[in-house]
């Protein structure tokens, strides 16, 4: 921590702002993170609203340096994006990601748990991606329908042409892709015809107030119908109360993910919490 104060003080008296010290910090650290071993994933459950069961979650980077302390993804991930060690830090997510898939499936074959990984949008400008599926798939035996791939709308908007034929690659080999926040991009609903996508994970912000706010309740029956015509699923994320819940699912929803269920878990109370069996 001494060495840490040092740092600061060295960097305010170059004239920086705090900000860019901070930013500095996490670019710093961020280089030794993997080999280090400072990245641990946490699992947040997806409910399905037909069965009432859990039978999915999404891995959420966790990142605990000695000197920084916790750094809040919201914090690094744009930082490594920019500097380009995103690539690695999603590889590294998704051979994590899918060899715990795995073990849960060894653990207890009858009630596999299924994995939604991010992945940033540098990842559909390398040609290579879906060997790099593949392969992680091949290395850890994982059964590829286990695997789901959450994009955000604005990543695959961007180079549409390639991006097609990648997601088709991926359909190909039995993994499914999820549009992440969606409704906050900018872009027409045109490629949800020309992407060969599964699921719709319908924003926060327009779950959090449903309740509350007549707009964000047409919002989401837009979405639920549009789903429904493209034969996708619909998942919500941010279910903080049983009155969105019900909401949710009166308007037909497939899944949902949220404080209301749990917050994200470290896999050992993941697994405890799974073992119980009835969250709600
Ligand atoms: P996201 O993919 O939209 O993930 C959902 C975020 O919402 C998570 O934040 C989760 O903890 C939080 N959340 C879940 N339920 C609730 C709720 O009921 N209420 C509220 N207020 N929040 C809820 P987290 O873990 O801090 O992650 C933030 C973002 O960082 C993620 O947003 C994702 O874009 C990015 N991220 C996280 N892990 C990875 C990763 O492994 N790779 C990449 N590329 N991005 C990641
Ligand atoms: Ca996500
Ligand atoms: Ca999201
Ligand atoms: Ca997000």
């Known amino acids: 921590a001494k060495q840490k104060g040092r740092n600061i003080f060295k960097w305010y008296e170059t004239g920086m702002s705090k900000n860019e010290d901070e930013k500095l910090q996490i670019e710093h650290y961020l280089r030794k993170a993997i080999e280090n071993n400072e ?35 919201d914090k690094f991930i744009p930082i490594a994006e920019e500097t380009g060690f995103i690539i690695q830090i999603d590889e590294w997510v998704l051979e994590k990601a899918c060899q715990q898939s795995k073990e849960w499936f060894l653990l ?45 709308e604005n990543s695959i908007i961007e180079n549409t042409e390639e991006c097609i034929v990648c997601l088709e690659k991926l359909r190909t080999l039995g993994v499914s892709v999820s549009i992440d926040d969606f409704g906050t991009g900018y872009s027409s609903l ?38 429904q015509e ?28 949220g404080y209301l269920i749990s917050k994200p878990l470290p896999v050992q109370e993941f697994q405890n919490m799974f073992s119980q069996r009835s969250p709600i």
């Not at 990245?39 to 037909?50: A, I, R, S, V």
């Not at 074959?109 to 593949?134: C, G, M, Q």
């Open 190 to 227: 045109n490629y949800l015809r020309k992407f060969p996508i599964s699921s719709l994970k319908i924003d926060r912000s327009f779950i959090q107030e449903v309740s509350q706010n007549r707009e964000n309740v047409a919002i989401v029956k837009a979405i639920m119908s549009l789903a």
């Open 230 to 257: 493209l034969k996708l699923k619909v998942v919500a994320e941010g279910i903080e109360t049983y009155e969105a819940l019900e909401i949710l699912r009166s308007l037909g929803c497939d899944e949902i993910q």
């Open 108 to 152: 207890d074959p009858d009630n596999p748990v299924s994995i939604a990984v991010n992945i940033s949008p540098l990842h559909f400008r390398i040609p290579n991606f879906y060997y790099i599926v593949e392969k992680v798939l091949k290395e850890t035996g994982l059964n590829p329908s286990l695997l789901e791939i959450e994009i955000t």
């Open 39 to 73: 990245f641990e994933l946490y699992f947040q459950p997806k409910l399905n609203l037909f069965s009432n069961r859990i039978n999915g979650v999404e891995a959420l980077l966790r990142w605990n340096n000695p000197v920084l302390g916790m750094v809040p993804p």
